[in-house]
Antibody
Framework: EVQLVESGGGLVQPGRSLKLSCAAS????????MAWVRQAPKKGLEWVATISTNGNRTYSPDSVKGRFTISRDNAKSSLYLQMNSLKSEDTATYYC?????????????WGQGVMVTVSS | DVVLTQTPVSLSVTLGDQASICCRS????????????LEWYLQKAGQSPQLLIY???NRFSGVPDRFIGSGSGTDFTLKISRVEPEDLGIYYCFQATHDPRTFGGGTKLELK
């Protein structure tokens, strides 16, 4: 059974940093692109970042580029999101998601999400 | 960036009715490989999103055949025939053809 379990969320002050983790199990982690998607309270979904199987290619929208870094450790079947210079608008539930194997175009499995609150 | 506009924003239905949700893109979603990377997700209350439809019309594993995706280019539709209680929630379209990848604003399906 595919499982994705996020951790590392919490309350953080504006301008500070936070690192999220996602522990994967039930599949060969190193074979899949992985991603982070977020959802601000009572708002819609926003794609945050994608990483290739070996980690040498990453993609993210301008809203987080330069502040957020996605990375992975295939030996530990873990995905990470380093978030720097946090802003109040980064307050959201962050989901770890697996991208489909052949085209990496859709999220076929999602974690339960972890809440990040940016506030003084 | 590609903007996906979903209509309606909310939809009230009676169980057993058909529901139809539209997703219009600001650009064609046909990729250079000939595929169209338009997906549909459902987020039930208090849960993570779940994949329903990929590449316009392909149902994901375990998704009932009452969910039907269609469309091409810039206009797409998700139809749910015979709405059941477990179908209630917020539906999102998503495009993976252009970077950055974007979601529609969502359509809330609720009971009348």
């Amino acid at each position: 059974e595919v499982q994705l379990v996020e951790s590392g969320g919490g309350l953080v002050q504006p301008g500070r940093s936070l690192k999220l983790s996602c522990a994967a199990s039930g599949f060969t982690f190193s074979n899949y692109y992985m991603a982070w998607v977020r959802q601000a309270p009572k708002k819609g979904l926003e794609w945050v970042a994608t990483i290739s199987t070996n980690g040498n290619r990453t993609y993210s929208p301008d809203s987080v580029k330069g502040r957020f870094t996605i990375s992975r450790d295939n030996a530990k079947s873990s995905l990470y999101l380093q978030m720097n210079s946090l802003k109040s608008e980064d307050t959201a539930t962050y989901y770890c998601a697996r991208l489909e194997y052949t085209t990496d175009s859709y999220f076929d499995y999602w974690g339960q999400g972890v809440m990040v609150t940016v506030s003084s | 960036d590609v903007v996906l506009t979903q209509t309606p924003v909310s939809l009230s239905v009676t169980l057993g009715d058909q529901a139809s949700i539209c997703c219009r893109s600001s650009q064609s979603l046909e990729y250079s490989d000939g595929n169209t990377y338009l997906e549909w997700y459902l987020q039930k209350a208090g849960q993570s999103p779940q994949l329903l439809i990929y590449e316009v019309s392909n149902r994901f594993s375990g998704v009932p055949d009452r969910f039907i995706g269609s469309g091409s280019g810039t206009d797409f539709t998700l139809k749910i025939s015979r709405v059941e209680p477990e179908d209630l929630g917020i539906y999102y379209c998503f495009q993976a053809t252009h970077d950055p990848r974007t979601f529609g604003g969502g359509t809330k399906l609720e009971l009348k």
